[in-house]
C-alpha cells in the first residue's frame, strides 16, 4: 500500500486539506535541500516531470515547460544539449502530444543518450482500452470498469442534448474520455468530445484500433485543442515502436510496470495507473 493511501485512511476527511498541505510544501522543501546539496544527475532525464511537485526521486534532471532544471515547450523546436545520457523515462506524457512533438521528443533524446542508454516510455495502452471493451463477456471488461468509474470521477457538466440526458454521463462518452480529451472554457472542466452512440458503436466495429484511435483525434476541433494540453494522441505497441526506432532507438520491447528488460533505474517508476498503461523500453544505438 502506498504512502497516500495509508494518509487516507489515517487522516481524517475534514484534515485532509490540510495534510494535503503540509506534504506538498514538505516535499517542496526536501526537493529544494536535496538539489541544493547534491544537484540533479544530468544523466537521467525525467520528461514533463516538474519539480517540487511530483514524487520522483530528487536526482533526477527535470524536463518540463514549468518548474523544471530544462524549461523546454515539447510542442516547439528545442534540443536538451545533452551528449552523455544513460537513462530517458516519459511516464503519462506523449498521449499529451501531437505526433509530430512526440517524434522530436524521442530524436531529442536519442541524439542526447550515450550507446546502450535506455528509454522508458509509459502510457495509455489504446489496444488495452479497446480490445477490453469489445469483450463479449462483461464480466471480463474489467478495464473498461475501472475507465468508467475513473472518469465517473471527473467535475464534467450535468448537460442534457437532443434528447440525451446528461451527456457526459453516457458509457461511450467516458470510453472517449479515455483516449481524448480537452479544456471546455464554458464549463470550466475538462471533457471528451461528443458524438453519438449510433457512429461511436458504428466505428468501433468497423475500425481497426489505430483507426478509431484516429477517429477519435479528429473529433478535438482547433478550437478544442487551442490553449488545452489534455489527452490529444493514442498509443499503442505498434505506434510506440514505430516512432522508437524511427527516432534511432532499437530493441524496443514491453515490459511490466515493476521490472525492466534493460536495467532501467527504477526509483521513477509509476504503477498507480499500470491498469490502462503500456510500458515499453527501447536502446540508443
Given at each position: 500500500?502506498s504512502?497516500?493511501?495509508v494518509?487516507?485512511?489515517?487522516i481524517?476527511?475534514?484534515?485532509?486539506?490540510?495534510?494535503?498541505s503540509?506534504?506538498?510544501?514538505?516535499?517542496?522543501?526536501?526537493?529544494?535541500?536535496?538539489?541544493?546539496?547534491?544537484?540533479?544527475?544530468?544523466?537521467?532525464l525525467?520528461v514533463?516531470?516538474?519539480?517540487?511537485?511530483?514524487?520522483?526521486?530528487?536526482?533526477?534532471?527535470s524536463?518540463?515547460?514549468e518548474?523544471?532544471?530544462?524549461?523546454?515547450?515539447?510542442e516547439?523546436?528545442?534540443?536538451?544539449?545533452?551528449?552523455?545520457?544513460?537513462?530517458?523515462?516519459?511516464g503519462h506524457?506523449i498521449?499529451?502530444l501531437?505526433?509530430?512533438?512526440?517524434?522530436?521528443?524521442?530524436?531529442n533524446?536519442?541524439?542526447?543518450?550515450?550507446s546502450?542508454?535506455?528509454?522508458?516510455v509509459?502510457?495509455?495502452d489504446?489496444d488495452?482500452l479497446l480490445?477490453?471493451?469489445?469483450?463479449?463477456?462483461d464480466t471480463?471488461?474489467?478495464?473498461?470498469?475501472?475507465?468508467?468509474?475513473s472518469?465517473?470521477?471527473?467535475?464534467?457538466p450535468k448537460?442534457?442534448?437532443?434528447g440525451v440526458?446528461?451527456?457526459?454521463?453516457?458509457?461511450h462518452?467516458?470510453i472517449?474520455a479515455g483516449?481524448?480529451?480537452?479544456?471546455?472554457?464554458?464549463?470550466?472542466a475538462?471533457?471528451?468530445p461528443?458524438?453519438?452512440i449510433e457512429?461511436?458503436?458504428?466505428?468501433?466495429?468497423?475500425?481497426s484500433?489505430a483507426?478509431?484511435g484516429d477517429?477519435?483525434?479528429?473529433?478535438?476541433t482547433?478550437?478544442?485543442?487551442?490553449d488545452s494540453?489534455?489527452?490529444r494522441?493514442?498509443?499503442?505497441?505498434?505506434?510506440?515502436?514505430?516512432?522508437?526506432?524511427?527516432?534511432?532507438?532499437s530493441g524496443?520491447?514491453?515490459?511490466?510496470?515493476?521490472?525492466?528488460?534493460?536495467?532501467?533505474?527504477?526509483n521513477?517508476?509509476?504503477?498507480?495507473?499500470a491498469?490502462?498503461?503500456?510500458?515499453?523500453e527501447?536502446?540508443?544505438h
Amino acid at each position: 500500500m502506498s504512502m497516500t493511501s495509508v494518509a487516507k485512511q489515517l487522516i481524517p476527511q475534514k484534515l485532509r486539506p490540510f495534510g494535503i498541505s503540509v506534504y506538498l510544501h514538505a516535499l517542496r522543501y526536501y526537493f529544494y535541500l536535496y538539489r541544493l546539496l547534491f544537484r540533479p544527475n544530468p544523466k537521467y532525464l525525467a520528461v514533463a516531470e516538474q519539480n517540487y511537485i511530483t514524487l520522483f526521486p530528487p536526482q533526477w534532471t527535470s524536463v518540463c515547460i514549468e518548474n523544471a532544471d530544462l524549461i523546454v515547450d515539447l510542442e516547439t523546436e528545442y534540443s536538451f544539449k545533452r551528449d552523455d545520457v544513460i537513462f530517458a523515462y516519459s511516464g503519462h506524457t506523449i498521449e499529451h502530444l501531437s505526433d509530430d512533438a512526440v517524434r522530436r521528443l524521442f530524436k531529442n533524446l536519442a541524439s542526447s543518450m550515450r550507446s546502450g542508454g535506455v528509454i522508458r516510455v509509459e502510457c495509455p495502452d489504446l489496444d488495452l482500452l479497446l480490445d477490453d471493451y469489445k469483450c463479449v463477456h462483461d464480466t471480463d471488461r474489467k478495464v473498461t470498469k475501472q475507465m468508467l468509474e475513473s472518469v465517473g470521477h471527473w467535475n464534467m457538466p450535468k448537460v442534457s442534448d437532443g434528447g440525451v440526458k446528461e451527456v457526459y454521463a453516457q458509457e461511450h462518452i467516458k470510453i472517449l474520455a479515455g483516449i481524448v480529451s480537452y479544456f471546455d472554457r464554458k464549463y470550466n472542466a475538462a471533457v471528451p468530445p461528443v458524438c453519438s452512440i449510433e457512429e461511436f458503436n458504428e466505428k468501433i466495429s468497423t475500425l481497426s484500433n489505430a483507426e478509431f484511435g484516429d477517429w477519435a483525434v479528429s473529433l478535438l476541433t482547433p478550437e478544442k485543442l487551442r490553449d488545452s494540453y489534455l489527452h490529444r494522441n493514442w498509443f499503442n505497441f505498434a505506434k510506440l515502436q514505430k516512432f522508437l526506432t524511427g527516432a534511432g532507438f532499437s530493441g524496443v520491447v514491453r515490459c511490466g510496470p515493476r521490472n525492466t528488460h534493460y536495467g532501467f533505474k527504477m526509483n521513477i517508476n509509476r504503477t498507480h495507473r499500470a491498469w490502462c498503461s503500456i510500458f515499453v523500453e527501447a536502446i540508443k544505438h
